[in-house]
């Protein structure tokens, strides 16, 4: 059965670095997303991306954050200076077509820790 | 602005007793309603979903939930749960015709004891 991936599963940096979360949607879904999940509070959307474009973001995605599907098949996460608050698990979602009532997908999740 | 509000943090139950677990929502608008099950180590899988019509919806691993509109609630019940269902449930709205975005509650974290 098709699932989402995500890598690395655990990452951990020092406070100011960049990171990049990578993400493997489901072969053929068009649209693409990230949420966070801060440690004990709820799962908060960050951004949706379709057509190689952003379609919708949040207040939290800010200038730090970025997206990009570089070559067909990858959904990258670029935070470019890390700060303590961005320790979160970061969760990738993809799904076929539009409609508010279809499918996301989520992948199993990267757990970042700011240092 | 939508928001969702799972009132219990943690439920424990035993093995084959029944759960409820709770899920409230508020927003100005329609809303389509999600159920998701996150096992440990594994991504958030889709349990069920409410769009429209009947408002008792059956969804995977015998669990099913009922939409209340007056109540603005969507609890989720399992008549007899097994170990296996030991895990994090997340409610969650998505606005209808609208963005695609989910907006989720905190989750509950279901604990099914021998």
């Known amino acids: 059965e098709p699932e989402v991936t995500q890598t690395p599963s655990h990452q951990v940096t020092q406070m100011g670095q960049e990171v990049i979360l990578r993400c493997v949607p489901i072969?053929?879904?068009?649209?693409f997303y990230w949420y966070r999940q801060i440690l004990g509070q709820k799962v908060e959307f960050l951004v949706s991306?379709?057509?190689?474009?952003?379609?919708?973001k949040s207040e939290i995605f800010d200038d730090q954050f970025s997206v990009e599907r570089p070559d067909g098949s990858n959904f990258t996460l670029k935070i470019r200076s890390t700060k303590l608050e961005d320790s979160a698990m970061y969760f990738c979602?993809?799904?076929?077509?539009?409609?508010?009532?279809?499918?996301?997908?989520f992948g199993p999740g990267t757990r970042l820790t700011v240092l | 602005a939508q928001s969702v509000t799972q009132l219990d943090s943690q439920v424990p139950v035993f093995e084959e007793a029944p759960v409820e677990l709770r899920c409230n929502y508020s927003?100005?608008?329609?809303?389509?309603l999600f159920w998701y099950v996150q096992y440990p180590n594994q991504g958030l899988q889709l349990l069920l979903k409410?769009?429209?019509?009947?408002?008792l919806v059956k969804g995977i691993n015998g669990f099913e939930a009922e939409f209340n509109k007056s109540q603005t609630s969507f609890h989720l019940r399992k008549p007899s749960v097994h170990i296996s269902d030991t895990a994090e449930y997340f409610c969650?709205?998505?606005?209808?015709?609208?963005?695609?975005?989910?907006?989720f509650g905190t989750g509950t974290q279901l604990k099914v004891e021998l």
């Open positions: 409410y769009l429209s019509g009947s408002t």
């Open positions: 969650a709205v998505r606005v209808t015709g609208g963005g695609n975005k989910l907006t």
């Open positions: 927003s100005s608008v329609s809303v389509y």
């Open positions: 979602a993809s799904m076929a077509t539009g409609g508010s009532g279809n499918e996301q997908f």
């Open positions: 072969s053929n879904h068009l649209y």
């Open positions: 991306f379709y057509n190689n474009e952003i379609s919708e």
